[in-house]
């Protein structure tokens, strides 16, 4: 089979970043959520913070330290590893901000996750996201990559990959990405839950 371009977001995807969240949130306030009662994405409201404080949790969440302590998600190298054997073309397609990037850098090669490309891509126009200016995509990029299919969490974006490039998304199951009953069924067709990396490579299994 000819060689595929396949987008990979990173956080709750590559990366346990909600588990290090909620324990952030412990840390710096004293205050424990279970994982499973955050079924927003934006992390303002489960999280009880108001917008200057979840302002001030996602700049220390940003942190090279931060970034770094991730645990990495079982099975997620092996399933990389087969598709970059298979001769696939695996670019990570991240929303966080491009400060990250030498921290997502340093990351990916502590837990020798494969890959091709590191882009961060700016998935909801957060108006500070890039304040830097520093080298960044926007959804009118992402054509050019050809890519035939994604693995994500962001149910936002996931849609935005079927409406817009129409591609397959394995959509990994998380809780803020669970209510798909307001979507088209053209939509949710596309749209592939898995619980872990075994079940994206069952599910998409084109070596």
Partial sequence: MSPRAIYVDIDDVLSATI????????ELHARRVDIEHVRD????????LDEEG??????VAHRDEVIESFAPHEGA???????KQAGHAITLVTGRPPITTHASRRWLATHRMPHDALHHLDKWGRPSWND???PALRFED?????????VEDSLSTAVRLVEELELPVALMDRPWNREVGHLPARVRERLVRCRDWREVARAFDFD
């Fill in 19 to 26: 588990e290090r969240l909620v324990d952030l949130l412990d």
């Fill in 41 to 48: 994405f934006d992390l303002m409201r489960p999280f009880g």
């Fill in 54 to 59: 979840i302002r001030r949790f996602m700049d």
């Fill in 77 to 83: 190298v092996s399933v990389l590893e087969r598709w």
């Fill in 132 to 134: 830097a200016g520093l």
């Fill in 142 to 150: 992402l054509p050019a990559f050809g890519f035939e299919l994604a």
